[in-house]
């Protein structure tokens, strides 16, 4: 069964990066042919969906994040990365991450308890 | 303001039959994009519930069903139960602006 599990410091500074880490357990992040995503939640409001990365590289990112958004992955250690920098108070959220059903468009099929990160000063 | 439009709040008795309705527009559920829908209980992760319209994910009860018609979709849930309350999103895909991954604000399901 595949699990997903996001870690990296819970509070940023203002106008500091955002980095989390999704470790995958159950299957090979690079051996199938599958998006591997993060999409965040704003305490009580609704779901936005961050960007997501095939497993050959190729990188989606949300329109209003373009250029602050990075999404990488360490295949070696079966993780996938997440950057956003210069932070301010509405990017405080639940971070997911997650994995395609099958291709970007078949919906997400597996999600990761989440991370709730708080920027503040 | 979400690209896809859901009613903040349903509520039906148990039992009972309710929909949840997903306005789109031409560029996404009206292209003819899937449509999937998600379940979010009280402090858990959302959890696929329909996939491509209308189709269910092994484990999910028949209770839940899918439609699209145009550019709306819909969710609906027969039998109400009280385990069934919870936050309901749909999503689907988005052609503008090169294309992104779009979710539906999110519809709060009460069982009364």
Redo the contacts between chains.
């Keep these: 069964q595949l699990q997903l599990q996001e870690s990296g410091p819970r509070l940023v500074k203002p106008s500091e990066t955002l980095s989390l880490t999704c470790t995958v357990s159950g299957g090979s992040i690079s051996s199938s042919s599958y998006y591997w995503a993060w999409i965040r939640q704003p305490p009580g409001k609704g779901l936005e969906w961050v960007g997501s990365m095939y497993s050959s590289g190729s990188t989606y990112y949300s329109p209003p994040l373009r250029g602050r958004v990075t999404i990488s992955m360490d295949t070696s250690k079966n993780q996938f990365s997440l950057k956003l920098t210069s932070v301010t108070a509405a990017d405080t959220a639940t971070y997911h991450c997650a994995r395609s059903r099958v291709s970007l468009l078949s919906g997400i099929g597996y999600w990761g308890q989440g991370a709730l990160v708080t920027v503040s000063s | 303001q979400?690209v896809l439009t859901q009613p903040p709040s349903v509520s039906g008795a148990p039992g009972q039959r309710v929909t949840i309705s997903c306005s789109g527009s031409s560029s996404n559920i009206g292209a003819g994009?899937?449509v999937?829908w998600?379940q979010q209980l009280p402090g858990?992760?959302?959890?696929?519930l329909i996939?491509?319209d209308n189709s269910r994910?092994s484990g999910v009860s028949d209770r839940f069903s899918g439609s699209k018609s145009g550019t709306s979709a819909s969710l609906a849930l027969t039998g109400l139960q009280a385990e069934d309350e919870a936050d309901y999103?749909c999503?689907s895909?988005d052609n503008t602006?090169?294309?992104?991954?779009?979710?539906?604000?999110?519809t709060k399901l009460t069982v009364l």
């Design positions: 979400s994009f899937d999937h998600y858990a992760a959302p959890k696929l996939y491509s994910p999103y999503q895909y602006l090169s294309g992104h991954l779009v979710f539906g604000g999110g």
